[in-house]
């Protein structure tokens, strides 16, 4: 028999944190439901409260400035399937979470849901990670912005306190040439992924290298950077990047993983597609900076 919980619908954000600091590890949030209700139905998440988020309007957003993308902490996958394609970042962004579950669950799933449910698999995080985002935290009396990059501490754990609830994400715009890709498989093409990547690599305007990110997701407990394999990449021209300085920074990307075998594949297998997809997302990244 499934465990029953009380249901509870706050209308702002405020609200949600005054009822996260009354009811402390006893509540869970409800964003789109995708993650958290099967956890509930399997019996592994298990809650006295469940405060729904939905109805919090101020929180499904997402806009672009000068100088950043904003997007709401309830604005759902298929909202970005859909949004205008302003610049390189919106038009991968929208090119990933194509590849992400249903059509059906896309209506449902959210932003803030995929980063908090902090799966080490979740496609948004490698995304964001890579595009050097920040998220802010809203909290029962005060409010912080962090790097995406310390959010995550291990499999389903994340640094939001009981009182705090994720509000936005900020994502800043390059300012110099700029590549982005992002690359997954899976089982299937709705299954979660066995591997995802994604690169960011931003040169100047004599088409140096300056800066570098290379992420790999559900290789380790939390999505993880490369900064090895970065180094690589820095202070080369990226119109003499040579094939095998590709394929040593995706050898070395792959090697900082630590990967283990489950249902979805083995550790030797992640291991190795970690680094074919580093190298696709690389040569990628590199090809739009190039104009291709």
Known sequence: MRASFKYIRPLTSGEACQLKTR??????????????????????AVFDYCIDLTFISDLKYYECTNKDLRIGALTTLADLENAEAVNSYMDCIKAAVKQMC????????????????ASPAADLAVLFLAMGAEVKILGSSSERQIPLEVFFIGVNKT??????????????????????????????VVDIAQVNAAVCITAGSDGVVGNAK?????????PIRSKAAEKILLGLKTTAIA??????????AAADGKPISDIRASAEYRSY?????????IEDSIHSINGG
């Open 23 to 44: 009811y402390k590890g006893t509540a869970r949030c409800l964003a789109g439901g995708s993650d958290l209700l099967l956890q509930w139905r399997r019996g592994e």
């Open 102 to 117: 249903t059509p059906q669950l896309r209506t449902l799933a959210t932003v803030g849901g995929n980063l908090c449910n």
């Open 159 to 188: 640094k939001l306190g009981d009182d705090e609830i994720l509000t936005d994400v900020m994502i800043p715009l390059p300012t110099q040439k700029t590549g982005v890709s992002f690359s997954r498989v899976g089982r299937t």
């Open 214 to 222: 290379i992420v790999l997701g559900a290789v380790a407990p939390t």
């Open 243 to 252: 094939d095998d300085v590709i394929e040593r920074a995706a050898v070395t």
């Open 273 to 281: 597609i970690s680094k074919v997809l580093v190298r696709r997302s």
